[in-house]
Nanobody, 115 residues
Framework: QVQLVESGGGLVQPGGSLRLSCAAS????????MGWYRQAPGKQRELVAR????????NYADSVKGRFTISRDNAMNTVYLQMSSLKPEDTAVYYC????????WGQGTLVTVSE
């Protein structure tokens, strides 16, 4: 059974920071690249950060490069997204999933960047 549970979102002012967490079932997590995706209102879901199975390789969308850091704890089947220097355009629902993604998604966690 697919299980992806995202948490850590909230309201933050521009320039602020948040840390998102995603707990995944072992069958999803083990030996796979994982990613953080986001979907802003009226826009398609996009992949913003990915990490390989060992955690030794990461990639970022240009829009978040230098501001976001993805990491994973394979013992805990958890992937994290540290977000800093947040901008209003980072406002979105954030999801984690495999890369490439599975059909099933978690509920996501809402990040709102606003004064």
């Amino acid at each position: 059974q697919v299980q992806l549970v995202e948490s850590g979102g909230g309201l933050v002012q521009p320039g602020g920071s948040l840390r998102l967490s995603c707990a995944a079932s072992r069958t999803i997590f083990k030996l796979y690249s994982m990613g953080w995706y986001r979907q802003a209102p009226g826009k398609q879901r996009e992949l913003v950060a990915r990490i390989n199975s060992s955690g030794g390789m990461t990639n970022y969308a240009d829009s978040v490069k230098g501001r976001f850091t993805i990491s994973r704890d394979n013992a805990m089947n958890t992937v994290y997204l540290q977000m800093s220097s947040l901008k209003p355009e980072d406002t979105a629902v954030y999801y984690c999933n495999r890369v490439p993604s599975l059909e099933d998604w978690g509920q996501g966690t809402l990040v709102t960047v606003s004064e």
